[in-house]
């Protein structure tokens, strides 16, 4: 009983391949300051390895956010209750910036005592203290840049989710090997900043010709 309808399927596709190229962007990145940082101690690759670790931990309330806030965000669009969807934007927005910023103060109150969940010691917890302290000003930025990907992705723009996601690695890579070039290892933790700062405001650009044209 069950045929294939081509624009259906079209419809999918669209949609999903654009998030499912985005989930394998993350393995390349991480790949890749693995050789960064590498090139100045051992120690660097690990405090990296636990910093995605610890901020997997920080923005597991903004995915949890973000998958929800697909599909009541699209149920409405289609429905045509734009101001629920607006209503949902604000909310969603605040509740990031909140978050994130609670990750944040926690990140530079007590850096020592979260690498300690990881046993860390000696150069680990040395270089750790301060890659914590300046990595984690990127939290607001990425957690802005997460939401307003689902806001796009909801009103059926995921290529240009997937287009900040590619940006988002190319940028940090060229960023963090200058910055390595120049200078020590906690020189290029600032390459995280730079990155999600920039990327946030592309992000932040689609959104607003998105929700101009469409709300």
Do not use: D
Request: proline share 3%.
């Amino acid at each position: 009983m069950l045929k294939p309808i081509k624009k259906t399927l079209k419809n999918i596709w669209n949609v999903g391949f654009p998030a499912a190229l985005q989930q394998s962007i993350s393995p390349l990145m991480i790949f890749g300051m693995n050789q960064i940082l590498l090139g100045f101690t051992i120690a660097a690759p690990a405090v990296y390895v636990i910093y995605v670790r610890l901020q997997s931990i920080v923005l597991i309330p903004i995915w949890g956010l973000k998958n929800t806030v697909v599909s009541i965000i699209s149920y409405n669009f289609g429905a045509g209750l734009k101001e629920r969807i607006k209503q949902t934007i604000h909310l969603c927005l605040t509740a990031t910036i909140l978050i994130t910023l609670f990750g944040l103060l926690i990140f530079q109150l007590i850096p020592q005592s979260l690498l300690a969940l990881f046993n860390a010691s000696g150069e680990v917890l040395e270089i750790g203290t301060i890659a914590l302290r300046i990595v984690s000003f990127v939290f607001p930025f990425s957690g802005l840049t997460l939401i307003l990907g689902a806001f796009l992705q909801a009103l059926g723009n995921s290529k240009k989710t997937l287009i900040t996601s590619i940006a988002q690695l190319i940028l940090m890579l060229i960023s963090a090997a200058v910055l390595a070039h120049i200078g020590s290892v906690n020189t290029v933790w600032f390459a995280f900043i730079i990155t999600e700062a920039v990327i946030a405001c592309l992000a932040a650009f689609f959104m607003k010709n998105v929700y101009t044209s469409t709300l």
